[in-house]
């Protein structure tokens, strides 16, 4: 599973680099180091079914509108998980 | 190993605090393009709706879509960004940076994937900068860090703005201003230091928090909907768009609490410990009540206030957003809650611990020069206390002890103190404040009040300022004398009486001219040899006489003053047309009843305009040499001196050196040949002995100077007026100008502040500086700017403290507008240079505000390093 710290739900951002796994208590995740087994998806435009890439960091949103696909979808009304995601 | 003395005090705060501060020590300056995204996004969509709307709807999409993150043990919560010390660009306001920058921001997001993720946590020194790019993180300018992945979006977003821009559209009209070309010379030779109204058109003022706390969020948007329908169909159309874009707004905002709320409640749901289990569902329940009604305990206040305050910095660019008297406008809920037994002191200083730590996270993306240049990567919130009463009595009270308390137990550069000096506070109020002062974070600055209501007095009178309405004035930014208002906050069946900021920004208009440099044209015929550029027009004068030197002096300066008026001017009418303010003018006294935003005087007090100087103490002395030497005993002439300057008075220059401090240079082969020159310009009377003959130049200098900005009107139709303050200029623009009659060198920073003496220049002591200091009328000035640097034995004990407090009032009494202290023993400071992953929590104060450290460029440091140290007072 090729997944990153950052990617999980579980993962709090201190900074770009670093931040926090509400999972164990640790205050000190590197982002970019690969998740655990207790890896939870969070919710971005890169797993939302309304999102097709244009290039490796930018892409469409519902064909109209640029969109990225590390963008949070958490508030997003819009967010529409894929399927097999 | 160097042996210094530290400070005296050094408390420790609650371990909830400790706890956060050690996670803002471990954060670096973070980009989020989120808030840009979505803003961008909306307003697109918009297009050919009116502006106001548009802009309302595309700050209701961005407010509504900002992913909520709380971080365990706050019990205040809500952030800029989703990452501790979060900040975006606006390319609404400003593209051209990364448009000019894109290839080289690619080429380090892919060089950065070079290193190791390990190198990633071992910035040493800059502190909270990212200095370099690493990993998967692009440094931007030395400071912020993107994320690469969020580089492509970046570019985006910049090239949507492109030509729509505040930027783009305010220099498409400014080349219109006749002497456009004198501008972009001076612009180019930084004789100004940066333009004002694309890149921090709001802040250096005092925010009003009192109508979210009089009416909570439901209650102004039930306001705005009965004046939709009161104004709909009617002349004055402006009001029905404004009304319903500040709707729009709050609606965006009551979003974004409850997006945290609804985190706030997720996390107490998967959190396994009892105690932040509960903690996590009070801050629920605190943001859901906040959302919709008006606060009625003490921490629902300050989450109100504070998430108001973090509204305004997303509505715009801002640094100096001052919370102004914070601890008088919650004063009625501390003292409430008290009485019902719903809160303890103990807990309020909790609470006040916290607080610092939430406005210490705050930080501005503003454009480069700015930030580094001139901010120092500070921000600026200003938390006054002190003053005065409406009825003139003395405003202090036991919050604002605590306050003082929680900023010595808890030492952070944000909020920093101001001190509203009046002879009606309480001595125990003003020793507390010196205590405050001995643990060497530079706060409180102690400001005169009285001077402050005298200014304000001579320059809103005739908007309607009273006595009794200029009492109620604070500091906005670092040292700007803002006017407020009085407002009646309904609280449990009791009236208050609450102040608030009742202006808009200032410090906006002129931004920093470098008095050294214009005075350096003057006797280069106008020609700058830094950028080969002929700036001004040659006056062709053999300046014969100090009176004709002078005289050309003020010319090139007004003629400075007039163009970068007019073309600020027409920036400010750019970003007041396509970016208008919404949560600052909802805020603002008297936006909503106008129904007009402050972009179109919708605020009570509207002349907020201003003319910055920077480097008139160098200014001053180099017109006492030029007059002693040439004009008087005729040591040397004019084509000698300029002779001396050009070889830098026989010293390597400061950038060949890497020292920027005056004690450090370095001689080369031909020092001798200048020798006799150079001594005589270092013996010529100097600024800061009660010297009537230098004196009497400053003297002449700032009334000819505070008189002549009236004769400049802003965009709202108002006269500008003299501001003195230096925050960091006095470094760059140091670092252009040549060396200076007065005996200064090539590349080093000026004096600090306006009327702080030149380093090691001050030789008669305190109290002569103080005179020297207060040979002009003060409240002619928004402000004028005292630095003092003490030696930690100079002022320890308790006699130590009353001595201090002795000094400040007599300095207060002359009629001095500011004064601040650095205790602090140099010793530490070149310690701290040399070995910088030692000292991560050392602050100074630099001035009008305190910094960490680490957090400085090396100008400033050797700035702060080489000024004079008292060692007694």
Redesign the interface.
């Known amino acids: 599973m090729n997944t990153k710290h950052k990617d999980c739900l579980n993962y709090?951002?201190?900074?770009?680099?670093?931040g926090?796994c509400?999972n164990n208590?640790n205050?000190?995740v590197?982002?970019?180091?690969a998740s655990c087994n207790d890896f939870k998806k969070t919710l971005t435009c890169r797993i939302c079914a309304h999102y097709t890439y244009t290039?490796?960091?930018?892409g469409l949103c519902k064909d109209k509108?640029?969109?990225?696909?590390?963008?949070?979808a958490?508030?997003?009304e819009m967010f529409e998980q894929k399927e097999n995601q | 190993m160097i042996e210094f003395t530290n400070r005296e005090i050094n408390k420790t705060p609650t371990k909830r605090a400790q706890i956060l501060r050690d996670?803002y020590y471990?954060?670096?300056?973070?980009?989020s393009?989120?808030f840009p995204?979505w803003y961008t996004?909306k307003w697109n969509?918009l297009e050919g709706e009116i502006t106001i709307i548009r802009r309302a709807e595309a700050l209701k999409e961005a407010f509504?879509?900002?992913?909520?993150?709380i971080?365990?043990k706050e019990l205040l919560v809500m952030g800029k960004t989703?990452?501790?010390?979060g900040s975006y660009p606006m390319p609404w306001l400003s593209a051209s940076y990364f448009m000019a920058a894109s290839d080289k921001l690619y080429e380090e997001s892919l060089n950065a994937g070079k290193l190791s993720?390990d190198k990633?946590?071992k910035f040493g020194t800059g502190g909270g900068n990212?200095t370099e790019s690493a990993?998967?993180?692009v440094s931007i300018a030395g400071k912020f860090?993107?994320?690469k992945?969020?580089?492509?979006?970046l570019m985006?977003l910049a090239k949507k703005w492109v030509g729509k821009s505040v930027e783009d559209i305010g220099c498409k009209y400014e080349k219109m201003v006749p002497e456009y070309d004198l501008k972009e010379s001076i612009m180019k030779s930084v004789i100004c230091m940066f333009d004002s109204g694309y890149t921090l058109p709001q802040g250096r003022e005092v925010i009003d928090y009192y109508y979210p706390l009089q009416y909570g969020i439901d209650g102004l948007i039930n306001i705005c909907k009965d004046k939709i329908k009161e104004v709909a169909g009617s002349p004055e159309m402006d009001r029905l768009y404004f009304y319903k874009a500040t709707q729009t707004m709050l609606e965006g905002i009551q979003n974004w609490i409850l997006?945290y709320a609804k985190e706030a409640r997720y996390?107490s749901e998967?959190e396994k410990d009892e105690k932040q289990k509960n903690e996590y569902i009070e801050i629920a329940e605190i943001l859901e009540w906040i959302s919709a009604k008006p606060p009625q305990t003490f921490r629902q206040a300050l989450q109100m206030t504070f998430t108001f305050h973090l509204a305004v910095l997303n509505e715009d660019c801002i640094s100096g957003l001052s919370p102004g008297r914070l601890g008088q406008v919650l004063y009625p809920y501390y003292k409430n809650d008290l009485e019902k037994g719903l809160i303890s002191k103990e807990k309020v200083s909790e609470l006040l611990e916290c607080m610092r730590i939430k406005y210490t996270e705050l930080d501005c993306f503003a454009s480069m020069g700015v930030v580094g240049g001139v901010l120092s990567g500070n921000t600026f919130n200003n938390l006054s206390i002190g003053g005065l009463k409406k009825n003139g009595g003395s405003a202090a009270n036991e919050l604002e002890l605590l306050i003082l308390e929680s900023g010595i137990s808890c030492a952070t550069p944000q909020p920093t103190l101001s001190l509203l000096y009046d002879e009606k506070l309480p001595e125990a109020f003003k020793l507390k404040a010196i205590e405050c002062n001995k643990v060497g974070t530079g706060y409180p600055a102690w400001m005169n009040n009285q001077v402050a209501i005298e200014f304000l007095l001579k320059n809103y009178g005739h908007e309607g300022l009273t006595v009794e309405e200029a009492r109620a004035w604070a500091i906005g930014g670092c040292l700007e004398t803002s006017p407020g208002t009085w407002h009646k906050l309904e609280l449990d069946g009791k009236t208050y009486l609450i102040p608030g900021g009742a202006a808009p920004a200032t410090s906006v208009g002129v931004h920093f001219i470098s008095l050294p440099k214009i005075l350096e044209l003057v006797l280069h015929n106008g020609y700058d040899s830094r950028t080969d550029q002929q700036v001004y027009k040659a006056h062709d004068s053999k300046l014969e006489s100090f009176d004709e030197l002078f005289s050309i002096f003020k010319k090139y300066f007004a003629e400075s003053v007039k163009v970068l008026t007019l073309c600020n001017n027409i920036q400010h009418d750019a970003w007041r047309k396509i970016t208008p303010s919404l949560v600052n003018s909802m805020l603002k006294p008297d936006c909503l009843a106008k129904g007009k935003d402050i972009g179109n005087k919708g605020s009570r007090y509207n002349t907020t305009f201003n003319v910055e100087i920077c480097g008139g103490v160098n200014l001053v002395n180099s017109l006492a040499s030029l007059k002693k030497n040439i004009y008087e005993e005729k040591s040397f002439s004019i084509d000698e001196l300029k002779n001396a300057i050009k070889e830098n008075f026989g010293y390597k220059k400061a950038k060949e050196t890497g020292s920027f401090s005056i004690f450090d240079q370095v001689p080369n082969e031909n020092v001798d040949k200048w020798v006799k020159i150079r001594k005589l310009c270092l013996d010529a009377p100097k600024y800061g002995n009660d010297e009537e003959y230098v004196d009497s130049i400053f003297a002449a200098w700032e009334e000819w100077y505070c008189e002549m900005c009236h004769d400049f009107k802003s965009i709202y139709d108002e006269p500008l007026y003299a501001c003195q303050i230096s925050v960091s200029t006095h470094a760059p623009m140091g670092a252009v100008t040549l060396a200076t009659p007065d005996g200064r060198l090539e590349g080093t920073t000026y004096a600090d502040a306006s009327v702080s003496a030149y380093p090691g220049t001050d030789k008669n002591g305190p109290y002569a500086l103080f005179a020297s200091a207060c040979c002009w009328d003060h409240s002619n000035s928004q402000n004028s700017q005292l630095n003092m640097k003490i030696h930690p034995s100079g002022v320890s004990g308790q006699q130590g403290a009353k001595k201090l407090l002795e000094l400040t009032k007599g300095y207060m009494r002359k009629g001095g507008f500011h004064i601040q202290y650095n205790i602090v023993d140099s010793k530490m400071l070149k310690d701290a240079q040399a070995n910088p992953d030692d000292y991560r929590d050392l602050m100074v104060r630099v001035a009008g505000f305190t910094q960490y450290w680490v957090e400085l460029g090396k100008h400033i440091q050797d700035e702060i390093i080489a000024r004079t140290e008292y060692e007694s007072v």
């Open positions: 709090l951002s201190l900074d770009v680099f670093k926090f509400r208590d205050a000190n590197l982002a970019d180091e290039d490796e960091f930018l509108q640029t969109a990225y696909p590390d963008l949070n958490k508030t997003c | 996670f471990n954060a670096k300056s973070s980009v393009m989120e995204y996004r969509e509504s879509h900002l992913t909520p993150k971080f365990p989703n990452h501790m010390r993720a990633v946590s990212v990993g998967s993180v860090g993107l994320r992945e969020e580089l492509p979006i985006d997006n996390l998967i």
